[in-house]
């Protein structure tokens, strides 16, 4: 119980890495707010987390809007007091050559994914900082951003790249506020999004899904994708003690893919 009376809020946690890191911190005692979308799915985690003991409220947000995001942070500190810990997880994208990409597929995918996680870095932060200083801000990135070849589409690449800036950025201009900021890059991640992706790259390639499962394991040296699992574990070694004195940093996830 390393995150005893810790509150996190994590984005996107109805599904995927989000889901198995918000039930991960629970575990390790932490009060989750489950932010998504779709509230169902949110409500689906957040009832799993109590009916194993856990404190968990599942909260509707969209990270695009600055709106929606100030009201996700409000209703954490309605029902929890404060906040400790917030996981950038929300992230969308699509499979799509670069020459294929619309002004649509851009302007969604940074919404979510650039504009979203600097809206929920900054009033996370307002908010720790107003506590009196002291925080971790996790932020779910991606090898994409750091070249991998195998990147859903080029949009997506530069919006984790900018993750990654981002994340060294706040942590310099933080960190006179005790609060830590660092960033995961999962690697392949057997998600429901990115078996989307699979299923139409296996179509463009006319190739069997299995057969395209099969090849995306053999391009990974140590021979397997990652569980959502062992996302969440590099997120919660990233909100505990042990790591008081890491930020700035981002971390891969992904089997030996890209060398940090």
Request: proline share 2%.
């Amino acid at each position: 119980m390393i995150l005893q009376d810790q509150v996190a809020v994590v984005t996107g946690a109805g599904v995927g890495i989000g889901a198995a890191s918000a039930m991960a911190l629970a575990k390790a005692g932490a009060k989750v707010v489950v932010a998504d979308i779709d509230i169902a799915s949110a409500q689906t985690i957040a009832k799993s987390i109590t009916n194993n003991g856990g404190s968990a409220l599942a909260v509707e947000a969209d990270v695009g809007d600055v709106g929606s995001i100030q009201r996700m942070i409000d209703k954490t500190v309605e029902a929890f007091d404060r906040l400790d810990i917030i996981l950038n997880n929300a992230g969308v994208t699509r499979r799509a050559d670069i020459m294929d990409i619309t002004e649509v597929d851009w302007d969604r995918i940074h919404r979510v994914n650039a504009k979203g996680v600097f809206f929920c870095l900054q009033t996370a932060a307002r908010q720790m900082i107003a506590q009196g200083g002291g925080g971790r801000i996790i932020n779910i990135a991606s090898i994409a951003g750091r070249g991998y070849a195998g990147t859903s589409n080029a949009a997506y690449a530069a919006s984790k790249g900018a993750v990654i800036s981002l994340t060294k950025t706040a942590a310099q201009q933080l960190a006179r506020h005790d609060i830590n900021v660092n960033a995961v890059c999962p690697g392949v991640t057997s998600t429901a999004l990115s078996q989307a992706n699979l299923t139409v790259r296996a179509e463009q390639e006319g190739v069997t899904v299995a057969e395209m499962t099969k090849r995306r394991a053999a391009m990974i040296p140590i021979g397997r994708a990652n569980d959502p699992e062992d996302i969440a574990a590099m997120v919660v070694f990233l909100a505990s003690p042990g790591a008081r004195n890491i930020t700035g940093q981002s971390y891969n996830v992904d089997g030996g893919i890209v060398p940090a």
